[in-house]
């Protein structure tokens, strides 16, 4: 059987991070992937990043991707398979892969779950048109591949994801006439919400999308306004004609093979729903199986990158390399979470934190 | 439709080939994704729900929701969002479940 030391499964910032700091203090590292590139969410985006210098703010996501998929692929500590999915978990540590139409089964000594997340769907009439899509999806398909999703694209949700992903639409060329957010604030960061206005589309707040329609796919949504409890305000409905309809409405952590290790998973809204409990260290109920990014908590890639340290520096320490600089590189990796964290932000990472640590201490 | 030109993305495209699609040849560039060839192309509808017939497209656009599952080379259920395009693929809409290996799925 296929062995790997540690088996990282994930290649976002999280599974770069992790892979590199576990392969830097000694470890082997063994990088699976199932696109046929490295960099998970980063590869899609053209904005700038947030944050301090340790996460490479200013630059660009895809930037980020390049230089940190560079560093795995020459790192001689690092095996990377690319096209291959993790299916499942079986007793005695070892997953099985797809790949290439083969399945690979793969033991481990620690296993790092940096799989991310999926984008969440909303119920109305019709909500399964073609042309109905998820912002990421259009991201992907505009972004890595240069296929414009439609001609005029509306956006339902106005946090981070619905108006970065307007403003690359209207990059690529595309019309988007509207941005519809049923809460009654903007939950982006000002500075993208005050871009994508200033270049003439309309962010409408306490509105929402009660129906689609179209015959083959998508032709057009129906909108209404919502009042302080969230109802729809009678005789408010108006037609917009769209060929797509992005939705952007947050995003649910991938913990299937976790949930089948038998990782002791809690329910914490503000952390995106199900998530598996862990230590201060990344490490789960299950020993020698670690989380980061995503999959832990929705947040955001700068985080994902310093999480990914401290599960790979804690899985290398826990098999018995870098003792000696364990100490000093967590407390600095802390540090930058902290910072991060700060301010109004990070209020609801942070609740969600609190919240999952009530759940109980999970292994010191 | 394709992104001719982008204030900061350079794309690499692979070849141009051709394929079939429900017997019509289409063109698209080796390595894409079948459905991003597709959608290029105008087709928006890949698949039909299983009770209602409706018509779906893709959804998630990396392989999690099967949403985009047709009939490649003969094979029922391939995720079209994921699977890279080669020259001379035959690529149908799927009829049901799905025929594997020749069981019948329903
Ligand atoms: C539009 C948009 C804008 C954003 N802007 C910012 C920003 O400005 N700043 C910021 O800090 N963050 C931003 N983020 C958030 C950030 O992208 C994510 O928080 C971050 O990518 C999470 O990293 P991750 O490594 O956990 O997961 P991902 O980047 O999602 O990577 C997960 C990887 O795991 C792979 N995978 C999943 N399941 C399997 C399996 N079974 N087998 C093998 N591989 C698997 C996936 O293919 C993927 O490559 C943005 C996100 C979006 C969508
Ligand atoms: S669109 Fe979701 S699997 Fe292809």
Redesign the interface.
Same mark, same amino acid.
């Not at chain 2, 982008?6 to 993305?9: A, G, K, Q, S």
């Not at chain 2, 409706?54 to 929701?65: D, L, Q, T």
């Given at each position: 059987m296929n062995k790997a030391e540690i088996l990282v499964i994930g290649s976002g910032p999280a599974g770069l991070k992790a892979s590199l700091s576990a392969a830097d203090q000694g470890a082997g590292v063994t990088l699976v992937e199932r696109d046929p590139f490295l960099g998970g969410q980063l590869v899609k985006q053209t904005h700038m990043f947030f944050g301090s210098k340790e996460q490479y703010a200013s630059e660009r996501g895809f930037k980020i991707a390049e230089k940190l998929t560079a560093a795995a692929e020459e790192h001689p500590g690092v095996r990377v398979l690319k096209g291959a999915a993790a299916l499942g978990y079986y007793d005695d540590n070892v997953v099985t892969l797809e790949l290439k139409g083969r399945v690979l089964p793969v033991s481990y000594d620690a296993m790092i779950m940096a799989t991310g997340a999926q984008e969440n769907t909303l119920m109305f009439p019709n909500c399964d048109l073609p042309g109905i899509y998820g912002a990421g999806a259009v991201q992907t398909l505009m972004n890595v591949y240069g296929v414009l999703p439609g001609k005029r694209v509306a956006m339902l949700g106005a946090g981070n994801i619905g108006v970065i992903v307007s403003y690359q639409l209207l990059q690529a060329g595309v019309e988007v006439p509207a941005i519809i957010e049923a809460a009654p604030e903007i939950g982006a960061y000002h500075v993208h919400a005050s871009k994508v206005r200033r270049m003439g589309v309309p962010i409408y707040t306490s509105q929402t999308v009660v129906s689609a329609h179209g015959s083959d796919a998508l032709e057009k949504i129906i909108m209404v306004e919502l009042d302080d409890s969230w109802q729809p305000v009678p005789d408010t409905e108006r037609e917009l004609d769209v060929d797509v309809l992005c939705i952007a409405v947050g995003l649910t952590p991938l913990t299937e093979i976790l949930f089948q290790a038998g990782c002791e998973i809690a329910y914490i809204p503000e952390l995106g729903g199900h998530v598996p409990r862990r230590s201060a260290v990344m490490e789960t109920s299950v020993a020698n199986i670690y989380i980061a990014g995503d999959v832990s908590g929705i947040e955001e890639a700068s985080a994902a990158m310093v999480e990914g340290t401290i599960a790979g520096l804690t899985a290398a320490f826990n098999l018995g390399y870098g003792r000696d600089s364990y100490e000093q590189k967590i407390a600095a990796a802390n540090l930058e979470l902290d910072a991060l964290r700060k301010g109004p932000t990070g209020e609801k990472i942070r609740t969600g934190l609190q919240n999952l640590k009530k759940t109980g201490e999970v292994r010191q | 439709?394709?992104?001719q030109v982008?204030?900061?993305?350079e794309?690499k495209?692979g070849k141009k080939i051709s394929f079939t699609y429900d017997g019509i040849t289409v063109e698209g560039y080796e390595g894409?994704?079948i459905a991003?060839a597709l959608? @290029?192309a105008g087709v928006?509808?890949?698949s039909h729900?299983r009770n209602f017939k409706?018509?779906?497209?893709?959804? &998630? @656009?990396?392989?999690?929701?099967s949403s985009c599952n047709m009939r490649v080379n003969g094979i029922p259920n391939v995720r079209t &969002?994921?699977e890279?395009l080669q020259d001379g693929m035959t690529v149908e809409t799927q009829q049901g479940r799905g025929v594997i290996g020749g069981v019948p799925g329903e």
């Open positions: - | 439709m394709r992104i982008h204030p900061i993305l794309f495209k894409e994704p991003a959608h @290029a928006r509808v890949l729900s409706r018509p779906r497209g893709f959804w &998630c @656009a990396i392989g999690n929701c &969002c994921v890279p």
